[in-house]
């Protein structure tokens, strides 16, 4: 198997500091966050508007990454499942993907609502969220 290199594009910065602080799903809880863009990518951000919807893909730092099951939702009522059926962030390869919606784009800073990730989690990619494609 090959290596593969991913520079983070920018860090999360969020009332969230600890794992056990993070909701199941984002998006449900409304936390409000920043993610915070490096200047190297910030042409990147172009066409980047309040009111958008954005796809968040962050390098989940905290996971196990050998963890290969897990009981939904951290139920152990639920039966286990593979973590590929689940959205645990415990997996081989910890990407996190979260939609949030922007709330405001000062230079190098998106105010989002709707991230699950905690402070300081690296930020591998945004990609928008377009209806007509994603639903």
Not at 115 to 134: E, F, Q, R
Request: with cysteine; net charge positive; glycine share 8%.
């Amino acid at each position: 198997m090959s290596d593969y290199k991913i520079r983070p594009i920018g860090w999360v910065r969020s009332p969230l500091k600890e794992r056990h602080e993070a909701p199941h799903q984002g998006r449900r809880a409304g936390v409000e966050a920043e993610l915070i863009i490096e200047e190297v990518v910030l042409q990147g951000l172009e066409g980047i508007q309040t009111g958008d919807k954005l796809f968040v893909l962050c390098w989940l730092h905290m996971a196990d990454r050998k963890t290969l099951r897990v009981h939904p939702k951290g139920n152990p009522a639920i039966p286990k499942r593979g973590v590929f059926a689940t959205r645990s962030p415990d997996r081989p390869n910890p990407i996190g993907l979260c939609l949030v919606d922007v709330l405001a784009v000062e230079g190098p800073v998106l105010k989002v609502r709707g991230l699950d990730a905690v402070d300081g989690t690296p930020i591998v990619d945004l990609k928008p969220y377009i209806c007509s494609l994603d639903t």
